[in-house]
T-cell receptor, first 112, second 115 residues
C-alpha cells in the first residue's frame, strides 16, 4: 500500500529552527517533494530529493534516506510568514503512473 | 506560459448543475494531473494525462466526472450533476517527463462550492 506520515501540527518561535519529518511507504519511488501551502492558496514547490542526502536552498533544506523511507524539511531563521502547511509528497514510479502521493500535511504555526 | 493557469478561480453551482473547470499547463509540459483537495490538506488524485492521452484515471468517480486534454486547448474537468460532497478545491498540476529532476507545478486551484 501507499502511506505517507507527517505530524499534524507543529509550533515554533520566530528566529528558531524547525524540522518537519516525513516517513513513507510506497510501491515505487521517483522522488520526494516538499510543498508549502498557505491557507486558500496553491501548493508552492520548495524542494525535491531523489538521491540520499541533504539539499540546501536558502533557509530551507531537505534530507532524504531512501533505505529508511524518511525525509525531513528543515526551516531556519523562522519568519512569521513561514506559518503554513507543509506537504510531503512522493512521486511514484511507472506502476503508479508517476503521480504524487501526498501526506496529510503539517500545519506550522510560527509565534513571535 | 510560465505557470499553470486555472479558471475559474471560484465557481458556485446548485446541486444537480454541471461544473466545468479549465487548466492550461506550463508550455512544454506533457503531463497534466488533476487533484481534489477537501477539508484542508487531503489531496485526492483524480486523473492524469500524457499530452492528450489519459494516463491514469483510477481516481475519477466514474459516473459524473470526466476530463479531457485536447491539442491546442486548455485541459478540462467536468462534473455532471454536482453533489454537495463535490465542494472542494480542484488543483491542476503539470510537469515535463516524469524523469528525475522534473518538478510538478500546481495551479492556483478552482474553488467549487455546491449549494
Amino acid at each position: 500500500g501507499q502511506n505517507i506520515d507527517q505530524p499534524t501540527e507543529m509550533t515554533a518561535t520566530e528566529g528558531a529552527i524547525v524540522q518537519i519529518n516525513c516517513t513513507y511507504q510506497t510501491s515505487g519511488f521517483n522522488g520526494l517533494f516538499w510543498y508549502q501551502q498557505h491557507a486558500g492558496e496553491a501548493p508552492t514547490f520548495l524542494s525535491y530529493n531523489v538521491l540520499d542526502g541533504l539539499e540546501e536552498k536558502g533557509r530551507f533544506s531537505s534530507f532524504l534516506s531512501r533505505s529508511k523511507g524518511y525525509s525531513y524539511l528543515l526551516l531556519k531563521e523562522l519568519q512569521m510568514k513561514d506559518s503554513a502547511s507543509y506537504l510531503c509528497a512522493v512521486r511514484g514510479g511507472m506502476d503508479s503512473s508517476y503521480k504524487l502521493i501526498f501526506g496529510s500535511g503539517t500545519r506550522l504555526l510560527v509565534r513571535p | 506560459g510560465e505557470e499553470v493557469a486555472q479558471t475559474p478561480k471560484h465557481l458556485v453551482r446548485g446541486e444537480g448543475q454541471k461544473a466545468k473547470l479549465y487548466c492550461a499547463p506550463i508550455k512544454g509540459h506533457s503531463y497534466v494531473f488533476w487533484y481534489q483537495q477537501v477539508l484542508k490538506n487531503e489531496f485526492k488524485f483524480l486523473i492524469s494525462f500524457q499530452n492528450e492521452n489519459v494516463f491514469d484515471e483510477t481516481g475519477m468517480p466514474k459516473e459524473r466526472f470526466s476530463a479531457k486534454c485536447l491539442p491546442n486547448s486548455p485541459c478540462s474537468l467536468e462534473i455532471q450533476a454536482t453533489k454537495l460532497e463535490d465542494s472542494a478545491v480542484y488543483f491542476c498540476a503539470s510537469s515535463q517527463s516524469p524523469g528525475s529532476g522534473n518538478t510538478i507545478y500546481f495551479g492556483e486551484g478552482s474553488w467549487l462550492t455546491v449549494v
